[in-house]
């Protein structure tokens, strides 16, 4: 593909990213701002990863998101500053409650308190139930390309890591106390500490109030809430476990952290956890607050309620490339998360992939297959679109790929799955998605007796049609049957200046011929489809109502 903006040389690159309206390189401004103030060599990215829950699309989307302003900010300073990005999974909580979605839940509900990676795997495939999630996190990362270092929290206390941070919370508990404790209730206030000692005889965390601490030694000291015993345990080497605001800014104050994103729910967690690192020695990172996906019901998608997408859904019916679009799109407005968008966004990137090969070096840095692609999009088209794919298949009920292929490779010769992969890759997506949402949910209306008398003229209207006539041809006689009461719109005009045609008319064949409330530019469909497949499938609608 020729791309002028890889073209550019980087000063030249750089200038564009400047001023480049996209939000990855808004974001990544703030990041050269933050370096001219406090210069460091290497820049470090993080995202957060709970794995008290199988992994689902939103943690992708953190990385995914991360990522694109990780490239944006290397653009912006000609890649002389060395970054990366940290994947860091919090699998050191305690778990709080079995999963809705998982197997062997009795498994599970006798380990609860522990640290994740103490936690049997109810899948049976690792050695807890952490590693397992973390496992599935890592597997997708990687399959998508991601360039990023794993961080566990287990391996990262337990190996001495945080001890220094640790150490300095411990100095600073009365500060860290001061800031925490006016957000808590009563209750809750009263046996707040910002360390969770682990239990040496059972492993569970536990959420206990201190009765001393010595920060010269580096201890803290306890009541157990069973035997009530004074225990002291160290701060270091996995002994205790931060709570969560203390966690996250210890974290950030250990690693040195520049960029974190968070969630609209985390607005004041990130502010709580700012000052905490302040107290500690450390600077809070630049961050972006996001919206959060919602499921089919407009509820907050959930990891323990595996509501929404799980990752492999979304991949068992789209491309990567798609999931990377609806990540990038409008990531301050909450979006819904579900099988229903899937098309919408198949479809668009392949518009915006198409519209990029037409774009000066300005417009391809607000295109998101721009920062999709880290700035080198593929040269590649599909000539039919996935939602026409559908159409195909609901058309047909197809149940091979060969009947798709054999619609697609009439109206396009020389168009094959060898020669074409990745639309080889969306007719099988296509084929999934119709058996396992369009087939079930297939509803046919039946059309009503003027509705029929119309179907029969446009029956006997595209049988005089030759076989290869065009869509647009097709399209006209389509529009000139639907010229008719009550489907006639007089307040609106064709190019030709003829009358032009209520929606209701196309609605009436999406519902009565396809069993769908929607449909594709229906000329070009039946194209596609061919004429006589489309007359059978009109006889076939007026015989079952026949």
Sequence with gaps: ??????????????????????????????????????????VLFETGYGPSGLPHIGTFGEVARTTMVRHAFRVLTDDRIKTRLIAFSDDMDGLRKVPDNIPNKELVAAHLGKPLTR????????????????ARLRAFLDAFGFD?????????????????????????YDAVMEIILPTLGPERRATYSPFLPVDIRTGVVLQVPMVARDANRGTITYEHPETGERVTTSVTRGMVKCQWKADWAMRWTALGIDYEMAGKDLIDSVKLSGEICRVLGGRPPEGFTYELFLDDKGQKISKSKGNGLTIDEWLRYASPESLSLFMYREPKAAKRLYFDVIPRNVDEYAQFLDGYKRQDGKQRLTNPVWHIHAGTPPDTSVPISFTMLLNLVSASNAENAETLWGFIGRYWPGVTAQSHPRLQREVEYAIHYFRDFVLPSKRFREPTDGERAALMDLRDALSQLADDATA???????????????????????????????????????????GQEKGPRFGSFVAIYGLKNTVDMIDGALARSA
């Design 1 to 42: 593909m020729s791309d002028p903006a890889a073209a550019l040389d980087p000063a030249a690159l750089r200038a564009l990213a400047e001023t480049s309206t996209a939000w990855p390189f808004e974001e990544a401004r703030k990041i050269v701002a933050r370096l001219k103030k406090h210069p460091k060599d290497e």
């Design 119 to 134: 936690v049997p795997d109810p899948f049976g495939t690792h050695p807890s139930f952490g590693e397992h999630n973390n």
């Design 148 to 172: 990023y270092e794993f961080a566990s929290s287990t391996e990262y206390y337990k190996s001495g890591r945080f001890d220094a941070t640790l150490l300095a919370m411990l100095e600073h």
């Design 472 to 514: 647009e041809a097709i399209q006209e006689v389509v529009y000139e049957v639907g010229r008719r009461p009550p489907f006639l719109d007089e307040k609106k005009k064709g190019k030709d200046g003829k009358p032009g045609v209520s929606l209701d008319w196309f609605n009436l064949l999406y519902q009565v011929l396809l």
